[in-house]
């Protein structure tokens, strides 16, 4: 057995800044072990310290301009935890539009401009014929395109107002564009890839083409899904918040209020231009590669999902008025908050676990430990909940090499500036993938009844399991799976941005424009102690905020993040995240070029800016340590 080590460092086409190293065996192809390390880090939570709580929501928001206004609502949803404020009916129908909005937006941008190119190739598409593409797009259109709708009731446009072009000269148009780049010698967006690698000949050219021209289409149109920020919040990146509500007046009689009849027929344009992309677009392009891949027997890395998934749920369908004392979870539309084990064995072994309330205070639930990053804890302590977290820095630097140059990160020591989040002392995977296995679990062992969109994630899961002609554990545990699932949840979202729309336009003309609730907007109504948990759904899965708040300031702050979940170093305790598990589950063709490596973890949709954060619970000056590798120090410069 030869055994090769290989590295890849920087991982492109993500958020931030990750390393990922693999033993593979080359007779075989197994990948016998993988680390994954986040290789810079960041102080949010300490320059909130000591700050007013109620303008936290704007400082965590810039944790990540990629998956930007999730912090915010987390943080708000702390802050109001801890206060005890509950929103208005507008607030919360407007949050849950904005939320709404960012997932689909995001899985959508994801998926063709960060994922894409793992499964297609601009070399490919140039083999293609544009008139076999033509007759190609309407197949996908017509066996790809899942019949499904939203909630009952909803008026929706008679027709697409935006349909996949599938002419020959357009696809002819877009293949000289493309080979244009190509002939020069310059590939720029496509630069610097494995574009040999034998995988992309598992497609047919036409499918590359296909793919390749709605990239280049939604390069541009992306930017017209997020209307709902731009109206709400005032823009996009990091939309505004206030703590009690939102800032933007209504009114249907004054044409200079912030959101009026013109502003929100801005709003239900945008909405309906996501339901069009994804349905005719996202969704089809994604079956098609997803379909010939899984009749391959492409069906690897689903590793730590098939073990235990994690979820907080979201999307409150009313207002609450609270979240540790359990009203948050009463009062939602989607309840993925849970964890189900053992679903890799079948529906019929899975075990669910509720999570909710006071689940969210509790060290033995939730907690983080450093067994393998390169922070320490007090003697004798390996866990802390959030809420008493400490960020100590202990950088070892790597196995071989040295700081200034890394070769190989040290395994058995310490190699990530990501902790490692446990829920019960184990490591659970979050994400798209995470929330439908706990809603699908939960509805079809009867845990809960569903609402319209928790069914419409069981007809989905179902529906694909159709095309695929696969039980869904035999699809959803997988590269291919986790990418699918992406795309079903941008659906997900999509509709139910309509269904809050909706309820937001009925209850304006009830004569409710309240968007603020300030009777506990003066300090003097504070407690002089008080706690708070935010939680939230983010795109790349569950994300939580818990802050200490004393004499009217933050005493201390803390976020989990998902890809801190799914990218933390293993812990002897716990096992290993979900990017080292799937890694591990993952066969490599060819040493040397590890595109399954990428596809494997570019399926988790990386933001890894969000999952390394720095903070000091005392409020002490932290120290400061060069987390460069490859920095060239001369003269006390880089």
Same mark, same amino acid.
């Given at each position: 057995?030869?055994?090769?080590?290989?590295?890849?460092?920087?991982?492109?086409?993500?958020?931030?800044?990750?390393?990922?190293?693999?033993?593979?065996?080359?007779?075989?192809?197994?990948?016998?072990?993988? *680390?994954?390390?986040?290789?810079? /880090?960041?102080?949010?939570?300490?320059?909130?310290?000591?700050?007013?709580?109620?303008?936290?929501?704007?400082? $965590?928001? =810039?944790?990540?301009?990629?998956?930007?206004?999730?912090?915010?609502?987390?943080?708000? =949803?702390?802050?109001?935890?801890?206060?005890?404020?509950?929103?208005?009916?507008?607030?919360?129908?407007?949050?849950?539009?904005?939320?709404?909005?960012?997932?689909?937006?995001?899985?959508?941008?994801?998926?063709?401009?960060?994922?894409?190119?793992?499964?297609?190739?601009? *070399?490919?598409?140039?083999?293609?014929?544009?008139?076999?593409?033509?007759?190609?797009?309407?197949?996908?259109?017509?066996?790809? =395109?899942?019949?499904?709708?939203?909630?009952?009731?909803?008026?929706?446009?008679?027709?697409?107002?935006?349909?996949?072009?599938?002419?020959?000269?357009?696809?002819?148009?877009?293949?000289?564009?493309?080979?244009?780049?190509?002939?020069?010698?310059?590939?720029?967006?496509?630069?610097?890839?494995?574009?040999?690698?034998?995988?992309?000949?598992?497609?047919?050219? +036409?499918?590359?083409?296909?793919?390749?021209?709605?990239?280049?289409?939604?390069?541009?149109?992306?930017?017209?899904?997020?209307?709902?920020?731009?109206?709400?919040?005032?823009?996009?990146?990091?939309?505004?918040?206030?703590?009690?509500?939102?800032?933007?007046?209504?009114?249907?009689?004054?044409?200079?209020?912030?959101?009026?009849?013109? =502003?929100?027929?801005?709003?239900?344009?945008?909405?309906?231009?996501?339901?069009?992309?994804?349905?005719?677009?996202? *969704?089809?392009?994604?079956?098609?590669?997803?379909?010939?891949?899984?009749?391959?027997?492409?069906?690897?890395?689903?590793?730590?999902?098939?073990?235990?998934?994690?979820?907080? &749920?979201?999307?409150?369908?009313?207002?609450?008025?609270?979240?540790?004392? &359990?009203?948050?979870?009463?009062?939602?539309?989607?309840?993925?908050?849970?964890?189900?084990?053992?679903?890799?064995?079948?529906?019929?072994?899975?075990?669910?676990?509720?999570?909710?309330?006071?689940?969210?205070?509790?060290?033995?639930?939730?907690?983080?430990?450093?067994?393998?990053? /390169?922070?320490?804890?007090?003697?004798?302590?390996?866990?802390?909940?959030?809420?008493?977290?400490?960020?100590?820095?202990?950088?070892?630097?790597?196995?071989?090499?040295?700081?200034?140059?890394?070769?190989?990160?040290?395994?058995?020591?310490?190699?990530?500036?990501?902790?490692?989040?446990?829920?019960?002392?184990?490591?659970?995977?979050?994400?798209?993938?995470?929330?439908?296995?706990?809603?699908?679990?939960?509805?079809?062992?009867?845990?809960?009844?569903?609402?319209?969109?928790?069914?419409? $994630?069981?007809?989905?899961?179902?529906?694909?399991?159709?095309?695929?002609?696969?039980? #869904? +554990?035999?699809?959803?545990?997988?590269?291919?799976?986790?990418?699918?699932?992406?795309?079903?949840?941008?659906?997900?979202?999509?509709?139910?941005?309509?269904?809050?729309?909706?309820?937001?336009?009925?209850?304006?003309?009830?004569?409710?424009?309240?968007?603020?609730?300030?009777?506990? /907007?003066?300090?003097?109504?504070?407690?002089?102690?008080?706690?708070?948990?935010?939680?939230?759904?983010?795109?790349?899965?569950?994300?939580?905020?818990?802050?200490?708040?004393?004499?009217?300031?933050?005493?201390?702050?803390?976020?989990?993040?998902?890809?801190?979940?799914?990218?933390? #170093?293993?812990?002897?305790?716990?096992?290993?995240?979900?990017?080292?598990?799937?890694?591990?589950?993952?066969?490599?063709? $060819?040493?040397?070029?590890?595109?399954?490596?990428?596809?494997?973890?570019?399926?988790?949709?990386?933001?890894?800016?969000?999952?390394?954060?720095?903070?000091?619970?005392?409020?002490?000056?932290?120290?400061?340590?060069?987390?460069? #590798?490859?920095?060239?120090?001369?003269?006390?410069?880089?």
């Amino acid at each position: 057995m030869s055994v090769k080590r290989v590295v890849i460092d920087p991982v492109s086409r993500i958020e931030g800044h990750l390393r990922l190293e693999i033993k593979v065996d080359e007779s075989s192809g197994k990948v016998e072990d993988a *680390l994954s390390s986040g290789t810079a /880090w960041r102080g949010i939570e300490l320059i909130v310290q000591g700050r007013d709580p109620r303008d936290a929501w704007a400082f $965590v928001q =810039r944790i990540c301009g990629v998956c930007t206004t999730v912090h915010a609502l987390a943080s708000l =949803r702390a802050v109001e935890d801890a206060l005890g404020i509950e929103i208005p009916k507008n607030a919360n129908y407007i949050r849950n539009i904005m939320a709404a909005t960012q997932n689909a937006q995001d899985h959508l941008i994801h998926f063709y401009h960060l994922h894409a190119l793992d499964w297609v190739s601009p *070399l490919e598409a140039l083999k293609a014929d544009p008139a076999s593409t033509v007759e190609l797009q309407n197949a996908v259109l017509e066996k790809y =395109r899942l019949p499904l709708s939203g909630p009952v009731g909803l008026a929706f446009d008679a027709y697409p107002k935006e349909f996949p072009k599938a002419t020959t000269l357009y696809f002819k148009t877009v293949q000289q564009k493309v080979g244009q780049i190509v002939a020069s010698g310059q590939l720029g967006i496509f630069a610097s890839h494995w574009w040999d690698h034998q995988d992309y000949k598992l497609l047919a050219p +036409e499918v590359h083409l296909m793919a390749i021209a709605h990239y280049l289409n939604l390069l541009d149109r992306q930017r017209e899904l997020v209307g709902a920020h731009v109206i709400f919040g005032g823009k996009n990146p990091h939309p505004h918040y206030i703590v009690g509500g939102m800032p933007c007046s209504i009114s249907f009689s004054d044409m200079n209020a912030s959101v009026n009849s013109e =502003r929100l027929a801005v709003v239900d344009a945008s909405i309906s231009l996501g339901i069009n992309l994804i349905n005719y677009f996202y *969704l089809p392009d994604l079956l098609a590669i997803g379909d010939i891949y899984v009749k391959k027997g492409y069906t690897d890395g689903g590793g730590l999902a098939k073990e235990r998934v994690l979820g907080y &749920g979201d999307f409150p369908d009313e207002p609450y008025n609270g979240i540790a004392n &359990g009203d948050f979870h009463k009062k939602l539309l989607l309840r993925s908050n849970g964890v189900v084990e053992n679903f890799g064995q079948g529906l019929a072994s899975a075990v669910f676990y509720n999570l909710e309330g006071r689940d969210y205070a509790d060290p033995a639930i939730l907690a983080e430990g450093v067994e393998h990053s /390169w922070y320490s804890y007090p003697q004798g302590k390996s866990n802390f909940h959030p809420w008493d977290g400490i960020t100590e820095a202990q950088y070892t630097g790597p196995k071989e090499g040295n700081k200034d140059s890394w070769i190989y990160l040290d395994e058995a020591g310490k190699y990530s500036w990501l902790k490692t989040p446990k829920w019960r002392g184990k490591s659970a995977e979050v994400g798209p993938l995470a929330r439908y296995i706990i809603i699908y679990t939960k509805v079809k062992k009867g845990i809960i009844e569903p609402t319209w969109a928790e069914k419409m $994630v069981v007809d989905q899961v179902e529906s694909v399991s159709r095309v695929l002609s696969l039980p #869904p +554990e035999n699809w959803l545990l997988s590269t291919v799976g986790r990418s699918v699932v992406r795309g079903l949840e941008a659906q997900l979202h999509a509709y139910i941005n309509k269904y809050y729309f909706a309820k937001l336009v009925k209850n304006i003309r009830s004569g409710d424009t309240a968007v603020a609730s300030t009777e506990k /907007w003066e300090p003097s109504s504070w407690p002089k102690e008080a706690q708070g948990v935010g939680l939230h759904e983010a795109p790349r899965g569950a994300l939580g905020h818990w802050v200490v708040i004393k004499n009217a300031k933050i005493a201390n702050y803390q976020a989990i993040v998902p890809t801190t979940w799914n990218a933390c #170093p293993r812990d002897s305790q716990a096992g290993y995240g979900a990017y080292e598990a799937s890694m591990i589950d993952t066969k490599v063709k $060819v040493a040397d070029q590890p595109l399954e490596i990428l596809k494997a973890i570019h399926a988790f949709d990386p933001c890894v800016a969000c999952a390394t954060h720095l903070y000091d619970a005392a409020g002490n000056e932290v120290g400061m340590v060069d987390t460069d #590798p490859y920095a060239i120090v001369k003269g006390g410069g880089r």
